[in-house]
């Protein structure tokens, strides 16, 4: 349990898609919440993610960071930590980076235990991924 990130919106931030979670009132439980689709090249959808996190009622923002396999900062990661600034300039809301290193991976691996296929449903597996990255932090107390 992790009250400190109730009601924080999870952003699993990619190149093609971005995955979102949210976590209970009480901070102990992250759920899926949907993925939108960008096109690459494009501007960040800043205003698309604020507004997602509004109509989940989000009072905060847990963005995944992503680190090479040796937990090095990346020039990936440094526009993941500008969209997060971004993010916490626009809304005012707190804006915290927790390490994704593999979540996707381990979102991919529950599909297939569920004897589900990925096929067509790439979104979903970025919205397990960011409710993955989102329990982690709530499992970890403060």
Request: proline fraction near 5%; charged fraction near 25%; glycine fraction near 10%.
């Amino acid at each position: 349990m992790n009250p400190a990130l109730a009601r924080f919106l999870a952003v699993d931030y990619g190149r093609k898609r971005v995955g979102f979670a949210i976590s209970d009132p009480l901070g102990m439980i992250a759920s899926p919440a949907g993925f939108i689709t960008r096109r690459e090249g494009k501007r960040p959808p800043i205003t698309k993610i604020i507004a997602r996190a509004t109509e989940l009622g989000a009072l905060g923002y847990l963005i995944g960071l992503p680190l090479d396999a040796g937990g090095h900062e990346t020039a990936w990661t440094a526009e993941v930590r500008a969209l997060g600034a971004e993010i916490a300039k626009r809304t005012g809301m707190p804006v915290r980076f927790y390490d994704e290193r593999f979540t996707t991976a381990a979102a991919l691996r529950t599909v297939k235990e569920l004897g589900e296929s990925t096929r067509g449903r790439k979104g979903d597996v970025d919205a397990l991924s960011a409710a993955i990255l989102l329990q982690h932090a709530l499992n970890v107390s403060e």
